[in-house]
């Protein structure tokens, strides 16, 4: 089965104060992993997808980067905008034909680092 | 585009109604899914359809029912509601062939209390 731990769980920021979210997984046969931001009251929002090992994406402050076994988010002199819910999700790739099994993709979720970011 | 369209925003049922939570989007998706967000506990996929006319059910379906009639809409049917049925549910749409990693995009959300 596959599972997605992400920590802190909570993450208390300076403005300024760069920092790294952590995204641990376990997938048979990772297909893409994407991290999403969620402000209160709203939907997630999509930022990035990272396909293999050592591939990066920046975004503004915002960089992400994945190894074999967990990804991390790094946020860069961050500002009281960046505060959000920050959730991690993982891909597997679909069972090869006649293996069974949906080929849908389905995403598995963390519960989310909660990124706090004080003036 | 408006991208992917979820009403109501609020609802608050008794134990035992039914009701429909409606989805729509703009972008031609073919892939949609409905979510549930529970505190602590991620999102859940409940039902996904992958086309008009195909669904099918995900981590936690129990309780709840789909159809996709057309490519735009997607609503998800609560049969007879109960207090842990109360959530935040997500609808979300994709595009791509089977097995693809395009990203999803999500609509704004329903807050359902069951009392």
């Known amino acids: 089965e596959d599972q997605v731990t992400q920590s802190p769980e909570a993450l208390r920021l300076q403005e300024g104060e760069s920092s790294s979210l952590n995204c641990s997984y376990t997938v048979s046969g990772l297909r893409g992993l994407f991290w999403y931001r969620q402000d209160p009251g709203k939907g997630p929002e999509f930022l990035f997808t990272?396909?293999?090992a050592g591939e990066e994406k920046e975004k503004e402050r915002l960089k992400a980067t994945l190894t074999k076994k967990e990804s991390f988010l790094h946020i860069t002199a961050p500002k009281p905008e960046d505060s959000a819910t920050y959730l991690c999700a993982v891909q597997a790739r679909p069972p090869p034909p006649g293996a069974g099994g949906t080929s849908y993709g389905k995403l598995t979720f963390g519960q989310g680092t909660i990124l706090t970011v004080h003036p | 585009n408006a991208g992917v369209t979820q009403t109501p925003k609020f609802q608050v049922l008794k134990t035992g109604q039914s009701m429909t939570l409606q989805c729509a989007q703009d972008m031609n998706h073919e892939y949609m899914s409905w979510y549930r967000q529970d505190p602590g506990m991620g999102l859940r996929l409940i039902h996904y359809?992958?086309?008009?006319?195909?669904?099918d059910q995900g981590e936690v379906p129990n309780g709840y029912n789909v159809s996709r009639s057309t490519t735009e809409d997607f609503p998800l049917r609560l049969l007879s509601a109960a207090p842990s049925q109360t959530s935040v549910y997500f609808c979300a749409s994709r595009r791509g062939l089977p097995g693809s990693s395009y990203e999803q995009y999500f609509g704004p959300g329903t807050r359902l209390t069951v009392t």
């Open positions: 359809s992958v086309g008009a006319g195909i669904t």
């Open positions: 990272l396909y293999s």
